[in-house]
Each structure stands twice: as C-alpha cells, then as structure tokens.
C-alpha cells in the first residue's frame, strides 16, 4: 500500500499540479494586493468613495458588508482577465498554429527520398525539402 502511495505522489502530473496550485496561489496573493492597492483606491477614487471595505447596509441589525464582496469580485474579473489575456489565448494562437492543415482533395504521390505522401504537382516535398520532378 505505501509502494503504491509513493509511486501515485511521484508521478509527473501529480507534482506539476501540486507546483501549479502554489504558484497560483501565489499569483492569486500577487494580483489580490495589486486590485486592494491600486485598482480599487482608483475605481473609488472615480466614484468618490474612499474604499470599498467600509460599504455596507444594516437590517435589522445585522451588518452586510458589500464592500468586501465588489473588492472581491474585482480581484476574480482580473484574475480572470489576466489568466485569459496572458495564458489562455496564447495557447489557443499557438494550438491553432500548430494545428495541422486541413486535408485536400489533391491526389498523391510518394516521395523519393523520404516516402512522405506530397502533391503530384509538387516540386519540392514539404517533409524533407528534396527536389522532385511534379507528375502531369
């Protein structure tokens, strides 16, 4: 049972989201100060209120802070934005680039050097740059 416990933490995924999970955490912390001490003292600023911490509403007695929860819900859309704008849609460019052609109608032929299947009409393979003669 320990064997299989040991072998289950040391394998490659487990440890690479036990890595990403602290760091964003961390990242989490960086951009929560960043929104606490800039974005909103400047939103605020724009509406006249000194912070949002302080907003809340009373009734019957019972203290609703919503200050609390437009400073959070601040920190979650940047979070959000930042994870998008900078992680997120460079994957999706760089899939998309990677992405292999679609296929075409075109028929094919081997190459000479490589075997790789290329057009007829071809006049260089795209696998290994080897110069061919294209087939009427």
Do not use: W
């Not at 724009?46 to 200050?67: D, K």
């Not at 704008?85 to 998309?96: D, R, S």
């Not at 109608?105 to 080897?130: G, H, N």
């Amino acid at each position: 049972m320990i064997k299989g416990f040991r072998d289950f933490i040391l394998r490659g995924n487990v440890v690479d989201l036990a890595v990403a999970v602290v760091i964003g955490a961390a990242f989490g912390a960086v951009v929560a100060a960043l929104v606490e001490g800039l974005v909103t003292p400047l939103i605020a600023a724009i509406i006249g209120e000194p912070s949002f911490n302080g907003l809340t509403f009373t009734v019957n007695g019972a203290v609703f802070a919503y200050g609390a929860v437009l400073n959070a819900l601040i920190t979650f859309l940047s979070v959000a934005a930042v994870i998008y704008f900078f992680v997120v849609q460079p994957m999706n460019l760089l899939q998309a680039r990677l992405k292999p052609g679609k296929p075409t109608d075109e028929p094919l032929r081997a190459c000479p050097e490589c075997i790789s299947d290329i057009p007829k009409a071809a006049r260089r393979c795209s696998f290994c740059t080897a110069q061919v003669t294209p087939v009427a």
